[in-house]
């Protein structure tokens, strides 16, 4: 069975940091992209970045380009989400998720999701 567990949200004020994780069991890691998504209430689910485990390529919404940084631990099956720089419009609930497919943001290329970790920006 495919796990997706998210830590590592909380409460921060704007211009601080957090640093999410996303650890991923039964699946081969190095086979899959991992991406994180955010939705905020009221809004559609957006694709914020997303990194592929084989080659470590990534990609980023120009939302987030400049101060978010994806990276991967493939020995640990994690993912991670450094966010810097926070604003109030980061707040939502972000959720990471696996594909076998090409790499993107798009949520329909997902197979697999997590049950999401809340980030608050107070400004």
């Known amino acids: 069975e495919v796990q997706l567990v998210e830590s590592g949200g909380g409460l921060v004020q704007a211009g601080g940091s957090l640093r999410l994780s996303c650890a991923a069991s039964g699946l081969t890691f190095d086979d899959y992209a991992i991406g994180w998504f955010r939705q905020a209430p009221g809004k559609e689910r957006e694709g914020v970045s997303c990194i592929s485990n084989s080659d470590h390529g990534t990609y980023y919404a120009d939302s987030v380009k400049g101060r978010f940084t994806i990276s991967s631990d493939n020995a640990k099956n994690t993912v991670y989400l450094q966010m810097n720089s926070l604003k109030p419009e980061d707040t939502a609930v972000y959720y990471c998720?696996?594909?076998?497919?090409?790499?993107?943001?798009?949520?329909?290329?997902?197979?697999?999701w997590g049950q999401g970790t809340q980030v608050t920006v107070s400004s």
């Open positions: 998720a696996a594909t076998i497919r090409a790499m993107g943001i798009i949520p329909d290329m997902y197979d697999y």
